[in-house]
Nanobody
Framework: QVQPVASGGGSVQAGGSLRLSCAASGYSVSTRCMGWFRQAPGKEREGVASISAGAGITYYADSVKGRFTISRDNAKNTVFLQMNSLKPEDTAMYYC?????????????????????WGQGTQVTVSS
């Protein structure tokens, strides 16, 4: 199994939108708990959103609820993070991660320790 590959980061003004992509290979994203995390300079990595295997139950950090949406396209084997109404405090390196256990459910609190396959980050910068 290969680490997921994140892309789609960039620089936007506050109030703008970005869509991040996480492409997987060697396994199906529909059979894994997949998550997005972010890490700002000087801060710990935090969970942003996750989507469970199968039914695709989603969970979000309180700070992004109503603004971010996690989804997946099974045909493309890709997980997305649609980010709307971006704020300067959303500026961070964003990481995609997978729990490499088939048909895994995600927990409602999005913990780094629940994920065992990490991709490289993609930078998101939001200017005021």
């Amino acid at each position: 199994q290969v680490q997921p590959v994140a892309s789609g980061g960039g620089s936007v003004q506050a109030g703008g939108s970005l869509r991040l992509s996480c492409a997987a290979s060697g396994y199906s994203v529909s059979t894994r708990c997949m998550g997005w995390f972010r890490q700002a300079p000087g801060k710990e990595r935090e969970g942003v959103a996750s989507i469970s295997a199968g039914a695709g139950i989603t969970y979000y950090a309180d700070s992004v609820k109503g603004r971010f949406t996690i989804s997946r396209d099974n045909a493309k084997n890709t997980v997305f993070l649609q980010m709307n109404s971006l704020k300067p405090e959303d500026t961070a390196m964003y990481y995609c991660a997978a729990l490499q256990t088939r048909w895994s459910s995600c927990r409602s609190d999005i913990r780094m320790t629940d994920f065992n396959s990490w991709g490289q980050g993609t930078q998101v910068t939001v200017s005021s």
